[in-house]
Protein backbone atom coordinates (compact mmCIF):
# COMPACT_ATOMS: atom_id res chain seq x y z
CA UNK A 1 0.00 0.00 0.00
CA UNK A 2 2.98 1.83 0.86
CA UNK A 3 4.79 1.59 -2.13
CA UNK A 4 1.92 2.49 -4.51
CA UNK A 5 1.08 5.66 -2.55
CA UNK A 6 4.80 6.64 -3.10
CA UNK A 7 4.42 5.37 -6.98
CA UNK A 8 1.55 7.63 -7.86
CA UNK A 9 3.24 10.56 -5.65
CA UNK A 10 6.44 10.05 -7.99
CA UNK A 11 3.85 9.88 -10.95
CA UNK A 12 2.54 13.77 -10.37
CA UNK A 13 5.97 15.56 -9.27
CA UNK A 14 9.27 15.89 -10.75
CA UNK A 15 11.64 13.79 -8.99
CA UNK A 16 15.26 14.38 -8.13
CA UNK A 17 17.33 12.08 -6.13
CA UNK A 18 20.56 13.16 -3.81
CA UNK A 19 23.51 10.78 -3.95
CA UNK A 20 26.48 11.09 -1.29
CA UNK A 21 29.88 10.01 -2.67
CA UNK A 22 33.14 10.31 -1.17
CA UNK A 23 34.22 13.14 -3.27
CA UNK A 24 31.29 15.45 -3.22
CA UNK A 25 27.16 15.81 -3.49
CA UNK A 26 25.75 14.87 -6.72
CA UNK A 27 22.02 15.31 -7.88
CA UNK A 28 20.15 13.66 -10.51
CA UNK A 29 17.02 13.95 -12.16
CA UNK A 30 15.02 10.83 -12.88
CA UNK A 31 12.08 10.68 -15.58
CA UNK A 32 10.35 7.45 -16.30
CA UNK A 33 12.38 5.14 -13.83
CA UNK A 34 9.27 2.73 -13.90
CA UNK A 35 9.57 1.72 -17.45
CA UNK A 36 13.41 1.52 -17.42
CA UNK A 37 12.79 -0.52 -14.12
CA UNK A 38 12.11 -3.66 -16.64
CA UNK A 39 14.70 -3.22 -18.82
CA UNK A 40 17.51 -5.89 -17.33
CA UNK A 41 20.02 -3.98 -19.47
CA UNK A 42 19.86 -0.68 -17.03
CA UNK A 43 21.82 -2.56 -14.23
CA UNK A 44 24.83 -3.51 -16.55
CA UNK A 45 25.02 -0.56 -19.26
CA UNK A 46 25.34 2.77 -18.16
CA UNK A 47 23.78 4.74 -21.52
CA UNK A 48 20.66 2.77 -21.14
CA UNK A 49 20.14 4.03 -17.49
CA UNK A 50 21.53 7.44 -17.98
CA UNK A 51 18.73 7.67 -20.53
CA UNK A 52 16.09 8.58 -17.84
CA UNK A 53 18.52 9.60 -14.67
CA UNK A 54 20.38 12.81 -15.74
CA UNK A 55 23.42 14.39 -13.50
CA UNK A 56 21.49 17.55 -12.97
CA UNK A 57 24.55 18.64 -10.69
CA UNK A 58 27.79 17.88 -8.60
CA UNK A 59 29.48 19.60 -5.61
CA UNK A 60 32.78 18.20 -4.87
CA UNK A 61 33.80 18.30 -1.61
CA UNK A 62 37.17 21.05 -0.72
CA UNK A 63 39.04 19.02 1.51
CA UNK A 64 39.38 16.04 3.38
CA UNK A 65 38.40 18.25 6.42
CA UNK A 66 35.32 19.16 4.77
CA UNK A 67 34.63 15.64 3.62
CA UNK A 68 34.52 13.96 7.11
CA UNK A 69 32.73 16.66 8.57
CA UNK A 70 29.76 16.49 5.78
CA UNK A 71 29.77 12.77 6.17
CA UNK A 72 29.91 13.46 9.95
CA UNK A 73 26.43 15.51 9.73
CA UNK A 74 24.79 12.91 7.31
CA UNK A 75 25.71 9.63 9.56
CA UNK A 76 23.73 11.88 12.60
CA UNK A 77 20.91 12.50 10.31
CA UNK A 78 21.60 16.69 10.21
CA UNK A 79 21.46 18.55 7.73
CA UNK A 80 25.31 20.32 6.55
CA UNK A 81 25.35 24.51 5.16
CA UNK A 82 27.04 22.96 2.18
CA UNK A 83 23.91 20.38 1.24
CA UNK A 84 21.89 23.21 2.40
CA UNK A 85 23.18 25.26 0.10
CA UNK A 86 23.95 22.89 -2.92
CA UNK A 87 19.87 22.10 -2.59
CA UNK A 88 18.92 25.54 -2.65
CA UNK A 89 21.04 26.45 -5.73
CA UNK A 90 20.10 23.21 -8.02
CA UNK A 91 16.13 22.22 -6.78
CA UNK A 92 13.80 24.78 -8.71
CA UNK A 93 12.44 25.19 -5.10
CA UNK A 94 9.85 27.81 -6.73
CA UNK A 95 7.45 25.06 -6.91
CA UNK A 96 7.70 23.14 -4.21
CA UNK A 97 4.88 21.07 -4.50
CA UNK A 98 5.69 19.52 -7.40
CA UNK A 99 9.28 18.67 -6.42
CA UNK A 100 9.89 15.17 -4.54
CA UNK A 101 13.42 14.68 -3.47
CA UNK A 102 14.83 11.35 -3.23
CA UNK A 103 16.66 10.33 -0.20
CA UNK A 104 18.28 7.06 0.95
CA UNK A 105 18.57 7.62 4.23
CA UNK A 106 15.89 8.24 6.53
CA UNK A 107 17.20 10.71 9.18
CA UNK A 108 18.61 13.22 6.73
CA UNK A 109 15.21 13.18 4.51
CA UNK A 110 13.32 13.95 7.93
CA UNK A 111 15.76 16.54 8.72
CA UNK A 112 15.61 18.31 5.24
CA UNK A 113 11.63 18.09 5.65
CA UNK A 114 11.85 19.99 8.76
CA UNK A 115 14.75 22.35 7.90
CA UNK A 116 13.87 23.11 4.18
CA UNK A 117 10.43 22.11 4.11
CA UNK A 118 10.77 19.63 0.99
CA UNK A 119 9.12 16.90 0.14
CA UNK A 120 11.42 13.89 0.39
CA UNK A 121 10.57 10.36 -0.15
CA UNK A 122 13.05 7.48 0.82
CA UNK A 123 11.17 4.60 -0.41
CA UNK A 124 9.76 3.21 -3.71
CA UNK A 125 12.14 2.81 -6.23
CA UNK A 126 14.81 5.35 -5.15
CA UNK A 127 16.52 2.75 -2.79
CA UNK A 128 17.09 0.65 -6.63
CA UNK A 129 17.46 4.49 -8.45
CA UNK A 130 20.56 5.00 -5.92
CA UNK A 131 22.14 1.47 -5.78
CA UNK A 132 22.47 1.69 -9.61
CA UNK A 133 23.83 5.43 -9.14
CA UNK A 134 26.30 3.82 -7.61
CA UNK A 135 27.51 1.42 -10.12
CA UNK A 136 27.39 3.93 -13.08
CA UNK A 137 28.80 6.68 -11.00
CA UNK A 138 31.75 7.36 -13.21
CA UNK A 139 29.57 7.36 -16.37
CA UNK A 140 28.06 10.62 -14.75
CA UNK A 141 30.99 12.66 -13.59
CA UNK A 142 33.78 12.90 -15.78
CA UNK A 143 37.25 12.88 -15.20
CA UNK A 144 36.92 10.56 -11.80
CA UNK A 145 38.66 7.03 -12.79
CA UNK A 146 37.77 4.06 -10.71
CA UNK A 147 41.86 4.89 -9.06
CA UNK A 148 40.48 8.36 -7.71
CA UNK A 149 36.97 7.06 -6.73
CA UNK A 150 39.12 4.20 -4.69
CA UNK A 151 41.06 6.45 -3.16
CA UNK A 152 38.90 8.95 -2.13
CA UNK A 153 35.89 6.27 -0.64
CA UNK A 154 39.07 4.39 1.41
CA UNK A 155 40.64 7.83 3.09
CA UNK A 156 36.86 8.81 3.58
CA UNK A 157 36.13 5.03 5.13
CA UNK A 158 39.34 5.49 7.30
CA UNK A 159 38.92 9.25 8.74
CA UNK A 160 35.35 8.74 9.51
CA UNK A 161 36.94 5.17 11.43
CA UNK A 162 39.07 7.02 12.99
CA UNK A 163 36.81 9.81 13.88
CA UNK A 164 33.74 7.55 15.29
CA UNK A 165 36.55 5.65 17.50
CA UNK A 166 37.59 9.22 18.48
CA UNK A 167 34.15 10.56 19.72
CA UNK A 168 33.43 6.92 20.81
CA UNK A 169 31.11 7.93 24.43
CA UNK A 170 31.51 4.62 25.50
CA UNK A 171 35.21 4.80 25.44
CA UNK A 172 35.52 5.15 29.11
CA UNK A 173 33.50 2.15 29.05
CA UNK A 174 35.49 0.19 27.07
CA UNK A 175 38.31 0.55 29.73
CA UNK A 176 36.24 -0.96 32.57
CA UNK A 177 35.05 -3.93 30.27
CA UNK A 178 38.54 -4.99 29.30
CA UNK A 179 39.51 -4.41 32.89
CA UNK A 180 37.21 -6.46 34.69
CA UNK A 181 37.34 -9.12 31.66
CA UNK A 182 40.82 -9.26 32.31
CA UNK A 183 40.86 -9.54 36.39
CA UNK A 184 38.51 -12.64 36.01
CA UNK A 185 41.36 -13.81 33.83
CA UNK A 186 43.68 -13.17 36.26
CA UNK A 187 41.91 -14.92 39.50
CA UNK A 188 41.29 -17.83 36.67
CA UNK A 189 45.24 -18.27 36.06
CA UNK A 190 46.54 -17.31 39.49
CA UNK A 191 44.47 -19.96 40.68
CA UNK A 192 45.43 -22.47 37.80
CA UNK A 193 49.10 -21.83 38.98
CA UNK A 194 48.69 -22.03 43.09
CA UNK A 195 47.33 -25.48 42.49
CA UNK A 196 50.07 -26.84 39.95
CA UNK A 197 52.57 -24.68 42.99
CA UNK A 198 50.89 -26.63 45.70
CA UNK A 199 51.38 -30.04 44.25
CA UNK A 200 54.96 -29.53 42.92
CA UNK A 201 56.10 -27.54 46.18
CA UNK A 202 54.32 -30.46 48.05
CA UNK A 203 56.59 -32.81 47.77
CA UNK A 204 59.07 -30.46 49.94
CA UNK A 205 57.19 -29.24 51.93
CA UNK A 206 53.50 -31.29 52.44
CA UNK A 207 52.83 -29.25 55.74
CA UNK A 208 52.51 -25.98 53.94
CA UNK A 209 49.55 -26.39 52.40
CA UNK A 210 46.96 -27.52 55.49
CA UNK A 211 48.57 -24.22 57.24
CA UNK A 212 47.90 -21.89 53.94
CA UNK A 213 44.72 -22.04 52.88
CA UNK A 214 45.23 -18.76 50.73
CA UNK A 215 46.29 -19.11 47.33
CA UNK A 216 48.21 -15.80 47.17
CA UNK A 217 49.67 -16.27 50.53
CA UNK A 218 50.85 -19.47 49.65
CA UNK A 219 52.54 -18.41 46.36
CA UNK A 220 54.18 -15.66 48.13
CA UNK A 221 55.70 -17.94 50.98
CA UNK A 222 56.70 -20.28 48.71
CA UNK A 223 58.99 -17.96 46.53
CA UNK A 224 60.04 -16.23 50.24
CA UNK A 225 60.92 -19.53 51.54
CA UNK A 226 62.63 -21.59 48.90
CA UNK A 227 63.90 -24.53 51.32
CA UNK A 228 62.32 -25.31 53.87
CA UNK A 229 65.49 -25.11 56.33
CA UNK A 230 65.47 -21.65 56.17
CA UNK A 231 61.95 -20.94 57.61
CA UNK A 232 63.61 -20.18 61.07
CA UNK A 233 66.04 -17.74 59.97
CA UNK A 234 63.22 -16.05 57.74
CA UNK A 235 60.60 -15.77 60.92
CA UNK A 236 60.41 -11.93 60.89
CA UNK A 237 59.88 -11.97 57.11
CA UNK A 238 56.82 -14.31 57.30
CA UNK A 239 55.57 -12.69 60.46
CA UNK A 240 55.56 -9.30 57.90
CA UNK A 241 54.00 -11.11 55.61
CA UNK A 242 51.70 -13.10 57.14
CA UNK A 243 50.65 -10.57 59.76
CA UNK A 244 50.34 -13.42 62.58
CA UNK A 245 52.82 -14.97 64.98
CA UNK A 246 51.31 -17.81 65.89
CA UNK A 247 50.72 -18.53 61.81
CA UNK A 248 54.55 -18.16 61.82
CA UNK A 249 55.64 -20.69 64.40
CA UNK A 250 53.30 -23.42 63.33
CA UNK A 251 55.50 -23.05 60.29
CA UNK A 252 58.98 -23.02 61.67
CA UNK A 253 57.36 -26.31 63.45
CA UNK A 254 56.11 -28.08 60.70
CA UNK A 255 59.48 -27.08 58.46
CA UNK A 256 61.40 -28.78 61.40
CA UNK A 257 59.22 -31.99 61.37
CA UNK A 258 58.65 -32.06 57.83
CA UNK A 259 57.25 -35.22 56.25
CA UNK A 260 58.51 -34.11 52.98
CA UNK A 261 61.46 -35.38 50.59
CA UNK A 262 64.69 -33.40 49.98
CA UNK A 263 64.69 -31.10 46.98
CA UNK A 264 67.65 -30.98 44.67
CA UNK A 265 69.04 -27.22 44.17
CA UNK A 266 68.08 -27.57 40.28
CA UNK A 267 64.05 -28.90 41.37
CA UNK A 268 63.99 -25.83 43.67
CA UNK A 269 65.34 -23.10 40.96
CA UNK A 270 62.55 -23.52 38.56
CA UNK A 271 60.25 -24.06 41.33
CA UNK A 272 61.34 -20.66 42.51
CA UNK A 273 61.25 -19.24 38.91
CA UNK A 274 57.59 -20.65 38.52
CA UNK A 275 56.25 -19.22 42.03
CA UNK A 276 58.30 -15.97 40.99
CA UNK A 277 56.02 -15.70 37.65
CA UNK A 278 53.03 -16.14 39.57
CA UNK A 279 53.63 -13.76 42.86
CA UNK A 280 54.63 -10.96 39.69
CA UNK A 281 50.43 -11.75 38.50
CA UNK A 282 49.30 -11.65 42.07
CA UNK A 283 51.03 -8.52 42.01
CA UNK A 284 49.84 -6.88 39.23
CA UNK A 285 46.52 -8.48 39.86
CA UNK A 286 45.99 -5.88 42.68
CA UNK A 287 47.15 -3.22 40.66
CA UNK A 288 44.95 -3.80 38.31
CA UNK A 289 42.08 -3.98 41.24
CA UNK A 290 42.85 -0.30 42.41
CA UNK A 291 43.05 1.06 38.49
CA UNK A 292 39.20 -0.58 37.80
CA UNK A 293 37.92 1.04 41.94
CA UNK A 294 39.17 4.52 40.63
CA UNK A 295 37.77 4.09 37.36
CA UNK A 296 34.08 2.75 38.51
CA UNK A 297 34.61 5.57 40.95
CA UNK A 298 34.66 8.30 38.73
CA UNK A 299 31.91 6.67 35.46
CA UNK A 300 30.34 4.82 37.50
CA UNK A 301 29.98 6.29 41.26
CA UNK A 302 26.50 5.20 42.13
CA UNK A 303 26.52 2.01 41.03
CA UNK A 304 29.37 1.23 42.93
CA UNK A 305 28.68 2.22 46.24
CA UNK A 306 25.43 0.51 45.70
CA UNK A 307 27.35 -3.02 44.40
CA UNK A 308 30.64 -2.84 44.80
CA UNK A 309 32.72 -2.30 42.28
CA UNK A 310 33.81 -6.14 40.83
CA UNK A 311 29.90 -6.82 40.28
CA UNK A 312 29.06 -3.09 38.90
CA UNK A 313 31.95 -3.83 35.99
CA UNK A 314 30.34 -7.22 35.11
CA UNK A 315 27.14 -5.91 35.14
CA UNK A 316 28.28 -3.07 32.57
CA UNK A 317 30.88 -5.16 30.56
CA UNK A 318 27.66 -8.08 30.12
CA UNK A 319 25.71 -5.30 28.77
CA UNK A 320 28.52 -3.55 26.72
CA UNK A 321 28.29 0.00 27.38
CA UNK A 322 26.70 1.91 30.56
CA UNK A 323 24.38 3.39 28.64
CA UNK A 324 22.76 -0.44 27.59
CA UNK A 325 22.85 -1.02 30.66
CA UNK A 326 21.11 2.25 31.42
CA UNK A 327 18.74 1.39 29.27
CA UNK A 328 17.85 -1.78 30.29
CA UNK A 329 14.91 -2.37 32.57
CA UNK A 330 14.99 -3.86 36.10
CA UNK A 331 14.07 -6.93 35.19
CA UNK A 332 16.43 -7.99 32.59
CA UNK A 333 19.23 -6.78 34.95
CA UNK A 334 17.79 -9.18 37.60
CA UNK A 335 18.55 -12.23 35.39
CA UNK A 336 21.39 -10.95 33.58
CA UNK A 337 24.22 -13.63 33.46
CA UNK A 338 21.77 -16.04 33.75
CA UNK A 339 20.30 -16.02 30.07
CA UNK A 340 20.91 -19.45 29.43
CA UNK A 341 19.00 -20.96 32.52
CA UNK A 342 16.69 -18.30 31.48
CA UNK A 343 16.26 -20.15 27.85
CA UNK A 344 16.37 -23.32 29.42
CA UNK A 345 13.67 -22.91 31.82
CA UNK A 346 11.34 -21.47 29.20
CA UNK A 347 11.94 -24.07 26.96
CA UNK A 348 11.26 -27.31 29.40
CA UNK A 349 8.72 -25.17 31.42
CA UNK A 350 10.44 -24.68 35.00
CA UNK A 351 10.70 -22.05 37.26
CA UNK A 352 12.97 -19.03 35.98
CA UNK A 353 16.03 -17.81 37.47
CA UNK A 354 16.09 -15.40 40.10
CA UNK A 355 18.96 -14.02 39.98
CA UNK A 356 22.16 -13.88 37.35
CA UNK A 357 25.47 -11.60 38.09
CA UNK A 358 24.02 -9.20 41.07
CA UNK A 359 23.73 -12.67 43.31
CA UNK A 360 27.67 -11.90 43.59
CA UNK A 361 26.30 -8.47 45.85
CA UNK A 362 26.37 -9.23 49.65
CA UNK A 363 23.03 -8.61 49.91
CA UNK A 364 21.62 -11.71 48.06
CA UNK A 365 24.41 -13.49 50.01
CA UNK A 366 22.85 -12.18 53.37
CA UNK A 367 19.24 -12.79 52.46
CA UNK A 368 17.39 -16.17 53.64
CA UNK A 369 16.72 -18.59 50.89
CA UNK A 370 12.93 -17.95 51.18
CA UNK A 371 13.75 -13.98 50.59
CA UNK A 372 16.88 -14.15 48.12
CA UNK A 373 14.21 -14.00 44.94
CA UNK A 374 12.60 -10.87 46.41
CA UNK A 375 15.52 -9.38 47.65
CA UNK A 376 17.38 -9.57 43.71
CA UNK A 377 14.03 -8.00 42.82
CA UNK A 378 14.44 -5.13 45.02
CA UNK A 379 18.56 -4.96 44.48
CA UNK A 380 17.84 -4.92 40.66
CA UNK A 381 15.58 -2.16 40.46
CA UNK A 382 17.83 -0.14 42.78
CA UNK A 383 20.90 -0.75 40.06
CA UNK A 384 18.88 0.44 37.63
CA UNK A 385 18.36 3.18 38.61
CA UNK A 386 21.88 4.26 39.85
CA UNK A 387 22.94 3.00 36.36
CA UNK A 388 20.60 5.69 34.65
CA UNK A 389 21.99 8.38 37.14
CA UNK A 390 25.73 7.62 36.20
CA UNK A 391 24.89 7.63 32.77
CA UNK A 392 22.53 10.61 32.44
CA UNK A 393 24.54 13.05 34.87
CA UNK A 394 26.52 15.73 34.23
CA UNK A 395 28.95 15.58 37.11
CA UNK A 396 27.67 12.11 38.59
CA UNK A 397 28.41 11.30 42.42
CA UNK A 398 28.17 8.77 44.52
CA UNK A 399 25.25 11.12 46.99
CA UNK A 400 22.22 8.75 45.65
CA UNK A 401 24.00 5.50 45.21
CA UNK A 402 25.05 5.63 48.83
CA UNK A 403 21.45 6.07 50.18
CA UNK A 404 20.37 3.55 47.48
CA UNK A 405 22.53 1.24 49.26
CA UNK A 406 20.41 2.49 52.39
CA UNK A 407 17.20 1.76 51.27
CA UNK A 408 18.69 -1.89 50.73
CA UNK A 409 19.80 -2.39 53.79
CA UNK A 410 16.65 -1.70 55.47
CA UNK A 411 14.78 -3.82 53.25
CA UNK A 412 17.02 -6.89 54.03
CA UNK A 413 16.58 -5.69 57.78
CA UNK A 414 12.82 -5.84 57.31
CA UNK A 415 12.73 -9.16 55.52
CA UNK A 416 14.84 -10.21 58.38
CA UNK A 417 12.89 -8.58 61.51
CA UNK A 418 9.56 -7.29 60.14
CA UNK A 419 10.18 -3.45 60.80
CA UNK A 420 9.12 -1.73 58.23
CA UNK A 421 10.94 1.01 56.63
CA UNK A 422 10.88 4.27 55.38
CA UNK A 423 9.19 5.15 51.67
CA UNK A 424 10.79 5.73 48.26
CA UNK A 425 9.58 9.05 48.84
CA UNK A 426 11.17 9.93 52.01
CA UNK A 427 14.37 8.47 51.09
CA UNK A 428 14.52 10.11 47.76
CA UNK A 429 13.62 13.47 49.53
CA UNK A 430 16.42 12.98 52.16
CA UNK A 431 18.66 12.29 48.99
CA UNK A 432 17.63 15.14 47.21
CA UNK A 433 18.72 17.16 50.42
CA UNK A 434 22.45 15.41 50.77
CA UNK A 435 22.63 16.27 46.75
CA UNK A 436 22.04 19.73 46.91
CA UNK A 437 24.55 19.85 50.30
CA UNK A 438 27.02 18.27 48.10
CA UNK A 439 26.60 20.91 45.58
CA UNK A 440 27.01 23.82 47.85
CA UNK A 441 29.81 22.21 49.10
CA UNK A 442 31.55 22.01 46.00
CA UNK A 443 30.77 25.36 45.35
CA UNK A 444 32.42 26.27 47.71
CA UNK A 445 35.39 24.39 47.29
CA UNK A 446 35.68 25.86 43.74
CA UNK A 447 35.28 29.49 45.37
CA UNK A 448 37.84 29.03 47.70
CA UNK A 449 40.02 27.33 45.23
CA UNK A 450 40.06 29.99 42.71
CA UNK A 451 39.98 32.88 45.86
CA UNK A 452 43.53 31.35 46.48
CA UNK A 453 44.66 31.40 42.93
CA UNK A 454 43.56 34.89 42.85
CA UNK A 455 45.36 35.50 46.37
CA UNK A 456 48.61 33.81 44.66
CA UNK A 457 49.22 35.90 41.75
CA UNK A 458 48.11 39.58 43.69
CA UNK A 459 51.48 38.00 45.99
CA UNK A 460 53.48 36.87 43.15
CA UNK A 461 52.72 40.61 40.91
CA UNK A 462 53.42 42.39 44.57
CA UNK A 463 56.62 40.50 45.01
CA UNK A 464 57.83 41.27 41.10
CA UNK A 465 57.11 44.79 41.56
CA UNK A 466 58.86 45.32 44.90
CA UNK A 467 62.24 43.41 43.03
CA UNK A 468 61.66 46.03 40.17
CA UNK A 469 61.82 48.99 42.55
CA UNK A 470 64.95 47.62 44.20
CA UNK A 471 66.35 47.48 40.60
CA UNK A 472 65.76 50.48 40.40
Given at each position: ?188 DINMFSMRI ?119 SHAGSLINL ?147
Amino acid sequence: MEEKEVKSQQSTQRLFVLYEHASGYALFRVKGFDEINKDPRAALEASVFGSVVRLQAFSPFLSSVNAIDNTNCVSEGVVHDDLKVFLESNLPLEKKSKVALGVVDGKLGAAIIEGMGINCITAGSVPEIARLIKRHFQFFVKGLTTKSEMKATLGLSHSFSRCKVKFNVNRADNMIIQSVNLLDQLDKDINMFSMRIREWYSYHFPELVKIINDNRLYIKLVNLIKDRSNCAQLQAEITELLGDEALTDQITVAAKTSMGMEISPVDLLNIEAFSQKATMLVDYRAVLYEYLCKKMSMIAPNLCSLVGEIVGARLISHAGSLINLAKYPASTIQILGAEKALFRALKTKTATPKYGLIFHSTFIGRAEMKDKGKMSRYLANKCAIAARIDCFSEKPNMVIGTKLRVMVEDRLSYYKTGVVPKTNEEFMEEALQELKEFEDLEKEAKRKKKEKKRLKKEKEALLKEEAEQMVA
